[in-house]
């Protein structure tokens, strides 16, 4: 059975609420991330909270309610198939920014985005709470941004302005990090600055805006970029992504490319980084 793009994008835009309600719940104030349950996954600065494991599962129970056949990939919980599957994939990430969250750093949000058979990013939404920003994108429809009851559609970084900007990560991974590190340069040949903002959904979001004027980012899964990438894209970016080892079952991407780029116009950055 064929979806709209519109339908799957009304449901992504409920599933993404859900998350970040749950997000919106932070307690505020000293000491608050004492109240966040907070575990260390293994990597040194890698986190999860009860909030994460929580907001999955409002995210999983939105998607579930409206759309029983598909499968769904999280942070959190893997992927889940029903018995009878659809051909249609949701990719969720509940709490993209955990050690923002945490910290009380307001760039964190839920990312839901939604696939087909052939891997293909149908829609996505980008629901970032303690910036009051809902980022959209249906594949064909353009990117939106809702903000203080304002909706606006997104056309990407100004072309020919000076002084740009490029965001990025770095891994967790110290051996990852180093690599990083050394490859620095050439991510900054031709920008002014760089920013890391501690979260790749809202970095591609903020390309999307004109915000930042490119991202580029190695060693990102597929959560961290399904619905932003998609925004960028629709935004009128060129968009790289890391290709996934089987689209139907999501999770692990090919070891040989885990960068996923992105830039505005015509400016070109696929000459300089080793994909």
């Known amino acids: 059975m064929t979806a709209d793009v519109l339908e799957l994008l009304a449901v992504a835009r409920v599933a993404a609420a859900a998350g970040a309600e749950v997000l919106a719940a932070r307690p505020a104030g000293p000491g608050s991330a004492r109240?966040?349950?907070?575990?260390?996954?293994?990597?040194?600065?890698?986190?999860?909270?009860?909030?994460?494991?929580?907001?999955e599962n409002a995210v999983r129970d939105a998607i579930t309610a409206a759309r029983p056949h598909d499968t769904i990939t999280?942070?959190?919980?893997?992927?889940?198939?029903p018995e009878q599957p659809s051909g249609y994939r949701w990719s969720i990430d509940p709490l993209d920014g955990t050690t923002n969250?945490?910290?009380?750093?307001?760039?964190?949000?839920?990312?839901?985005?939604?696939?087909?058979?052939?891997?293909?990013?149908?829609?996505?939404?980008?629901?970032?709470?303690?910036?009051?920003?809902?980022?959209?994108?249906?594949?064909?429809?353009?990117?939106?941004?809702?903000?203080?009851?304002?909706?606006?559609?997104?056309?990407?970084?100004?072309?020919?302005?000076?002084?740009?900007?490029?965001?990025?990560?770095?891994?967790?991974?110290?051996?990852?990090?180093a690599e990083q590190f050394a490859g620095l340069g050439n991510l900054m040949e031709g920008f002014a600055d760089l920013r890391r903002l501690g979260?790749?959904?809202?970095?591609?979001?903020?390309?999307?805006?004109?915000?930042?004027?490119?991202?580029?980012?190695?060693?990102?899964?597929?959560?961290?970029?399904?619905?932003?990438?998609?925004i960028a894209e629709e935004a009128g970016c060129w968009v790289r992504r890391p290709r996934l080892t089987s689209p139907l079952d999501g999770g692990p991407t090919d070891a040989d490319r885990l960068e996923a780029w992105t830039c505005a116009g015509t400016l070109e950055l696929s000459g300089k980084f080793p994909l």
């Open 35 to 55: 109240n966040l349950g907070v575990v260390n996954k293994g990597d040194a600065g890698d986190w999860v909270t009860a909030f994460d494991v929580a907001a």
């Open 74 to 81: 999280g942070e959190e919980h893997g992927t889940t198939r």
């Open 101 to 177: 969250f945490i910290r009380n750093i307001v760039y964190y949000a839920t990312s839901v985005a939604v696939a087909d058979a052939d891997g293909i990013w149908l829609a996505g939404v980008v629901n970032a709470p303690a910036l009051g920003r809902i980022y959209s994108a249906a594949r064909g429809h353009g990117a939106w941004l809702e903000e203080n009851g304002q909706r606006t559609q997104l056309s990407g970084p100004l072309l020919g302005r000076t002084g740009l900007i490029v965001a990025s990560g770095f891994s967790y991974d110290p051996a990852t990090r």
């Open 199 to 230: 979260s790749a959904a809202l970095d591609l979001c903020l390309v999307a805006d004109g915000t930042h004027d490119a991202f580029g980012e190695r060693g990102l899964n597929e959560h961290d970029y399904a619905a932003g990438a998609l």
